[in-house]
């Protein structure tokens, strides 16, 4: 199923957008800083960048023991900075 979060960076809308991903849901979040008045820049995907993902780790867990070293919201954060 296809869902998307607005305010994904705000109190409900991060642990919405994490439950249904964490579930195997495609998640797009929507947020907008600033009002109608500000100005929105979208900038090109990186090289080898994913355009959708569907991934579940779910098996790697239950199978491997595995589990992520860094942590959903960690991740988006560290790509904000680069």
């Known amino acids: 199923m296809r869902i ?3 305010g994904g960076d705000g109190y409900l809308g991060w642990p919405t957008a ?3 991903s964490a579930r195997g849901h495609d998640v797009a979040i929507a947020d907008i800083i600033g009002g109608s008045g500000y ?3 979208f900038i090109d995907p990186r090289p ?3 355009k959708e ?6 098996k790697a867990k239950k199978l ?3 589990k ?3 942590s ?3 991740g988006i954060e560290l790509l904000k900075i680069e």
């Open 64 to 66: 491997l023991k595995w």
């Open 18 to 20: 994490m439950y249904f």
């Open 39 to 41: 100005a929105r820049t």
């Open 68 to 70: 992520p070293e860094v």
């Open 53 to 58: 993902s569907l991934a579940d780790i779910s």
């Open 48 to 50: 080898g960048e994913v």
């Open 72 to 74: 959903f919201k960690k």
């Open 4 to 6: 998307l979060v607005l």
